[in-house]
């Protein structure tokens, strides 16, 4: 059986390194300093995992339910 939250995770804090390693590139054109980048990675990481642990884990929830129940069928 798999588990929700470990996949759930590892959505959620994918796409939240994705965003984080955007910020970087977005700000590698400008005149930033490495503590205002640093700061800025570390802030859109944080905000990102606030914002999707609770959109993404209910989706993962959902989608997961189904093949649970085929395989708790099957056991049976």
């Known amino acids: 059986?798999?588990?929700?939250g470990l996949?759930?995770?590892?959505i959620y804090t994918g796409i939240s390194?994705?965003?984080?390693?955007?910020f970087l590139v977005a700000t590698l054109g400008g005149e930033y300093t490495l503590v205002e980048r640093l700061g800025?990675?570390?802030w859109v990481f944080i905000l990102s995992m606030i914002i999707l642990m609770p959109?993404?884990?209910?989706?993962?929830k959902r989608r997961l339910r189904p093949q649970e129940?085929?395989?708790e069928l099957a056991h049976h």
């Open 40 to 42: 800025g990675i570390a």
């Open 7 to 10: 996949i759930s995770a590892l």
């Open 17 to 22: 390194v994705v965003a984080a390693v955007l």
């Open 1 to 4: 059986m798999k588990s929700v």
């Open 55 to 60: 959109v993404v884990t209910p989706l993962v």
């Open 69 to 71: 129940k085929v395989e």
